[in-house]
């Protein structure tokens, strides 16, 4: 059954701006969720754009769908990862971009779905599955890799997906326990993150760390990411624009250097003196500092406080003679 969807779009101006959209432009919205940067990007467009909405998720997808019906058949909606967007571009007929969004993390919707596992509460009253998949559908849950993965993967997880201090101490303490008693709620893994020490004395719940790690390793969110931004980068036309906005600093780092090996072209040695890889520049990185949200939007919407928008624009590859 689908539930309500709500979303409210993050630095919408800003992407509209950096996205320099005309009539007729044909556009990838690769995360549509609720449909609010989406139904900007048609109103611009109009009144011959097209958008391609993709998102794994089909309570969004049918929420885009409602919102953004009276654009008729401008509008082609797939339920895919963005890491796919060669096949849905495919599956619609279209080659070429004139710009691309990507607005990476995870909707108030699903935070404020319980069933669906990415928040935590400390009431065992509300106690929730250990799900945080994007697609319920499919995949692996969160339950499922924390009672089979080893512990060496587990303390992985937490390091690099989290940056958690403990998370040796904590990936010991959830194989220990999974032995009698199989991980299945938030509040099972909230009660070993205590009994385990970890976080003690910091400012910010340790669970946030543990929990996004979890997500990022349920949805392999980073690899997405990776595969995403090199399908959009080869689809988008000469002047095309490739707007990104992350939520996290592993997200982040991922498409500053991106972007920047994408400008900078050339994969030889520094010390060689003349280029033999031939790898030519194929984007222009406009924004050399990532934009952020002002304190007017973090206080209508606090969970945009940690947003960060990269933009780069596509460049003919111009080969030597």
Not at 253 to 281: D, L, N, S
Request: net charge positive; hydrophobic share 35%.
């Amino acid at each position: 059954m689908t539930t309500q969807f709500h979303h409210v779009p993050v630095l919408l101006e800003k992407s509209m701006k950096y996205l320099s959209l005309a009539p007729g432009a044909v556009v990838l919205d690769g995360t549509v969720g609720g449909g609010g940067h989406a139904e900007s990007i048609l109103e611009r467009t109009a009144p011959n754009g097209i958008l391609i909405g993709l998102d794994v998720d089909q309570d969004a997808l049918n929420a885009s769908r409602r919102r953004l019906k009276v654009h008729g058949d401008r509008v082609h909606l797939i339920q895919t990862s963005f890491r796919k967007l060669d096949r849905a571009l495919d599956e619609v007929g279209i080659h070429r971009l004139d710009a691309v969004l990507l607005d990476l993390g995870v909707s108030s919707h699903q935070l404020d779905s319980g069933q669906r596992g990415f928040r935590f509460s400390e009431s065992e009253s509300e106690a929730t599955p250990l799900d945080m998949r994007m697609n319920p559908e499919q995949g692996q849950t969160a339950a499922d890799l924390l009672n089979r993965a080893s512990a060496t993967e587990l303390q992985g997880w937490f390091q690099n997906y989290g940056e958690l201090p403990g998370s040796r101490r904590l990936a010991k303490a959830i194989t220990e326990s999974r032995e009698s008693s199989p991980l299945k709620t938030n509040a099972d893994l909230l009660r070993l993150i205590r009994e385990a020490g970890i976080g003690r004395g910091r400012h910010h719940h340790p669970a946030t760390l543990v929990f996004q790690a979890l997500r990022i390793a349920v949805n392999d969110e980073l690899g997405a990411l990776e595969e995403g931004l090199e399908a959009a980068r080869t689809r988008l036309k000469p002047g095309g624009r490739l707007v990104v906005l992350s939520y996290h600093s592993l997200e982040d780092r991922i498409v500053k250097h991106t972007f920047r090996r994408a400008a900078k072209g050339c994969v030889c040695p520094p010390k060689q003196p003349i280029c033999t890889c031939g790898k030519m520049p194929s984007l222009r990185v406009l924004t050399r500092r990532p934009e952020t949200p002002d304190a007017l939007e973090i206080e209508s919407n606090p969970r945009a406080r940690s947003v960060r928008l990269r933009v780069a624009e596509s460049i003919e590859e111009v080969r030597p003679s």
